[in-house]
């Protein structure tokens, strides 16, 4: 029977699929394609992947060891089970509760930077659009499609010595004689890359491809103006949660790269399909893309080696700019629409950060000033124009500050508390969605940590002081009550415990300790900057007295900082548009000395140092 | 039962394949790759695909009433079928007689004409071989890997501004750690299209596709040398053996265009990894191709628009020089190996043309030569380099001169009647192979043609006199016994038909009228022309006496005449490895003028006369 399809049901969300008997539920919501949180990668190492069966028992293999370790109870009783471990049998109804599911999570992809205009000139412009009206064959004119076309370039554009490959002369003849013998040509250096019905402008994708999302903006070429703009879950999080993770999948699983790759390009067409719907046009006018992310997440993108990425000295395969296929990548697009990755500066230091740099505008005046975009790694860039000098390194920051690898964390996602204060010994909390809280997100574990120090309830090396009202001995350890169980969401207390203040600390440290080595490596101290830019959603969403407060940034006056929300999607809608932003990007990486944190001396002890809090 | 696999098994040549219930021979042929002779693609109206079934005869469906039209009482008793009428139920064994089946056939692929020496400079090369070695990555030298590669290239050799697609990148990691940080990088203009280990020499494929045959040379491209070379039949020919049939399969099938591309393909695929086993040699380093063939074949190949080819003006939808990635055709070569497709001239003037003008220096000195290629459609080049002017066209000679259309006929393979002599009113036969005579293949037909009309037992219009000995009435109308069926190797009588005379009138016609309209728009006599050559196995093969006594080529000196074999292949080779070649190729195509019959004033009389004989 193994060959049978069971019905899989997930709620609340309603989407059924169809699946094999003695696969695990993990597989089938992979398969869904939807975005569960699996730290791990299903290897039952991580406990993220919860869910809830509550009927049909039966067809769910029994309960495993595992699953015993991860789960109290009254969570089993209330038909918890893990999805990389629970095997089903049978027809099942199963329940993704929100803080596994990362649906409805914030994923910005708005920023307050100003964005380009329009390239200033049509030969600034990565796709140039020449309409064409071509005389018809006929039996005294018997030049074949294509020379036609090149032939009207050339007498009324002056353009010459043009390529074309097979894959746009496929859809010129027919698309000739359905308009009448117009047409416009799309050309981009010295190739036609496609063709399009008379009228129609070419669209262009900008993309942030991050670790955990990916944000998605479709542009008019020619107008430079944002059509529509989406951001979504990176299908690649049910593989593995983080960086590492998921190039170990890479590495060992039969046909990872491809999985890996294959997961984004599905995704990227199909949003790409919705954001062509919700603005009216086809996606195959989408004549190229523009793609930033993380070295290691643009290199599975791209399906290059990956094994030297994944141990020292870990080198990038490449590094310049490049560019990749979209019809190799199974995407609608026009012929031969290209998708453009810029250059990246190290292994962990990539394009997004080269990005990130040209649409600050960070080293373009005389100012000295960091760069500093938090998330699983976090890159921190420092230009200081007056030395001449641009440099750049990435920390581990880890994803405890996306509610990851904390005892009742969770992504930001309805429920998930955002905001802390302790009033009176009280805590005081605001949920995403004012809904019931389920968790504690990122930006709601920063507050709690700061509070805990600020009224003593932990000491400056983050201790719990048994002392302060409040702190408790839980299942876990020393621990601080934010929620009781009865006013909670999910029937929990939940509570901050020893471990997570750790996490905390491990994060902020190794940011604090790199932006510490930065300033040391320019030779300049931190009241020399003229500005902090904090790029990226955590960076945006975060309450900067508290990052102060918890030594995780340097103090100086708030005026100083500038939140400036996905400056890498910025930078990667001025290169989808503008050869001269291509060549600033590249002269920007090039630029970039790279700092690499673990030959740097006395690195160690900065480390610890960073890890605590101010006295 | 539709989806139980059957056996066929194929005879003489030993081959078994699965089958399922309900399709034909002719498909389980096609499954197989067999190459077998059906006109008309499969429709039951050509009778060309003839097997024989000797047993278990329940396995197929009762014969068809084509079948019977087709047939004799005799053969049907012998088991003769038609391979696309017949439908598998059980298994069964299938024999292949020689006369359908095209193996064993002569497919040339050599010439006498000066192939190219190795390319003057590296410069010349289209692929340029630079062996590199880099230091190994380090914590203090953290490039990546394809910059390492980049930085050499531009410190050891001056290149810069290169470029590399994503595919290079996925080989090179690996390589360069398996090979000790020692490689050889291949260059095409700004771009590295691949990476070998070191010591390797880059290779390349010439191949010249044509309706019938595919030749395949491999070359070293450092050397010039050819390492290995075969001809093939078109696997395509089981879909229609005429190029108009083709376009007709390609354009009302379904997946027609990309069956038939496919087709060669596959077989382009398996030829390499033949020649590459035959030189020993990796097919991985196979790093450009340049393929030759008519516009039609081309076109198939990569899978262009046909419908506009395929009627009125029969424009082709691109003539200029196309580059298709071989990966994209599932060729195993270097990552990004090329297949170059020189330009064509016309619908039915192709770059095999100008591949054959190329190799033959026709219109490269002051001498007026005309150049013929012989098939089914016949393509004539002249060159009056006095009057600066060069022009072309094509006729639809038809497939008569290989046997086609023929009562008796067959391709050129063992068995095939290749001579005739008729002495003393008794014809004299020699036979391909010294084998019992089969059927008569084309250089036969026309031989026989030529001694019918030098005894008079046809007249200068091409009628049986019924007066001259030998001249029956047989099944089919008057024709010419040749064998009696007790001397034939297929135990019937082989003869000419009326129908074949009009057959081989109509073919030397075209290719006669064809000559006739090519000197009149010159402003020419034949007897001005310094030079005939005659390029194509066919042309190869030709006896000149007899071609000249049926009027099929002028009556000129024979030292005038030159057959020069496969020149097209000849210069297939050489714009595979020159670049200079190319641009003299594009050069020809650019300045032959292209005639079209169609509209030549006077045409259709100039075809009734060139359809006689000498009176």
Not at 217 to 239: F, H, K, M, S, V
Not at 335 to 353: E, H, K
Not at 385 to 405: D, Y
Not at 587 to 598: D, K, M, N, P, R
């Amino acid at each position: 029977m193994a060959d049978t399809n069971l019905i899989v049901d997930f709620e609340p969300i309603g989407k059924r699929v169809e699946a094999k008997a003695g696969i695990t539920i993990l597989d089938a919501i992979r398969q869904a394609g939807l975005p569960i949180t699996a730290d791990c990668g299903g290897l039952g190492l991580c406990g993220q992947c919860r869910v809830i069966v509550r009927q049909q028992l039966e067809s769910l293999a029994p309960i495993t060891p595992t699953e015993l370790n991860w789960f109290t109870e009254t969570e089993l009783t209330a038909g918890y089970r893990l999805a990389c471990e629970a095997v089903l049998l049978g027809d099942v109804r199963v329940d993704l509760p929100s803080s596994s599911l990362i649906l409805g999570q914030r994923l910005q992809v708005t920023s307050n930077l100003y964005e380009d205009a329009p390239p200033d000139s049509q030969s600034d412009n990565i796709i140039q659009a020449y309409p064409l009206t071509l005389p018809a064959a006929n039996i005294h004119d018997l030049r074949s499609d294509l020379s036609r076309a090149f032939d009207k370039l050339s007498e009324a554009y002056g353009l010459t010595n043009l390529t074309a490959s097979p894959a746009v002369v496929r859809n010129l003849s027919p698309l000739l004689r359905q308009n009448q013998w117009q047409i416009t040509a799309l050309v981009r250096g010295q190739e036609v890359i496609g063709f399009l019905s008379p009228g129609k402008h070419p669209l262009g994708l900008a993309v942030d491809l991050g670790t955990t999302k990916i944000a998605v903006y479709l542009l008019d070429l020619t107008t430079g103006e944002t059509l529509a703009a989406e951001g979504i879950p990176n299908p690649q999080i049910g593989y593995g949660e983080d960086v590492i993770s998921r190039l170990v999948y890479a590495e060992n699983s039969p046909e990872g790269s491809a999985i890996l790759a294959q997961a984004v390009h599905t995704t990227l067409a199909e949003i790409a399909q919705t954001l062509a719907k919700n603005a009216g046009v086809s996606t195959q006018e989408i004549a190229e893309v523009c793609m930033v992310g993380n070295t290691a997440m643009t290199h599975l993108f791209l399906e290059l080696p990956i094994s030297q990425l994944a141990m020292a000295p870990y080198v990038p395969a490449a590094s310049t700019p490049l560019e990749g296929r979209a019809s190799d990548m199974g995407l609608p697009f026009a012929n031969d629409c290209r998708v453009y990755i810029p250059s990246c500066v190290a292994g962990f230091v990539g394009a997004d950060l080269v990005s990130m740099t040209l649409a600050t505008g960070i080293g373009q005046d005389k100012r000295a000033v960091m760069g500093i975009d938090i998330g699983t790694n976090t890159e921190i860039v420092l230009a200081l124009p007056g030395r001449k000098r641009m440099m750049a390194l990435s920390c581990a920051s880890g994803p405890a500050f996306e509610g990851a690898h904390i005892r009742y964390g969770m992504r930001a996602a309805a429920g998930g508390i955002e905001r802390v204060r302790i009033i009176d010994g009280k805590p005081m909390i605001q949920t995403i969605g004012k809904n019931p809280p389920v968790g504690i997100c990122g930006s709601g574990i920063i507050d709690a940590v700061a509070e805990l120090r600020r009224i003593g309830a932990i000491n400056y090396r983050g201790r719990f002081q048994e002392t302060i009202p409040g702190v408790r001995l839980g299942k876990y350890g020393l621990e601080y009550l934010l929620v009781p169980s009865e006013e909670s969401g999910s029937g929990e207390d939940i509570s901050i415990t020893q471990h997570d203040v750790n996490e905390i600390q491990l994060a902020k440290g190794a940011i604090r300790a790199g932006i510490t080595v930065l300033l040391q490596t320019g030779g300049v101290q931190a009241e020399d900057l003229d500005e902090i830019i904090l790029a990226g959603a955590f960076g945006t969403y975060l309450n900067l007295d508290t990052a102060i407060a918890m030594n995780l940034l340097p103090d100086l006056p708030l005026q100083r900082y500038r939140q400036v929300g996905n400056a890498a999607g910025v930078g990667a809608k001025q290169m989808l548009l503008s050869r001269r932003r291509r060549e600033q990007a590249n002269a920007i990486s090039q630029q970039i000395e790279y700092v690499e944190l673990t030959v740097y001396p006395d690195f160690r002890n900065i480390f610890a140092q960073s890890m605590l809090f101010y006295r």
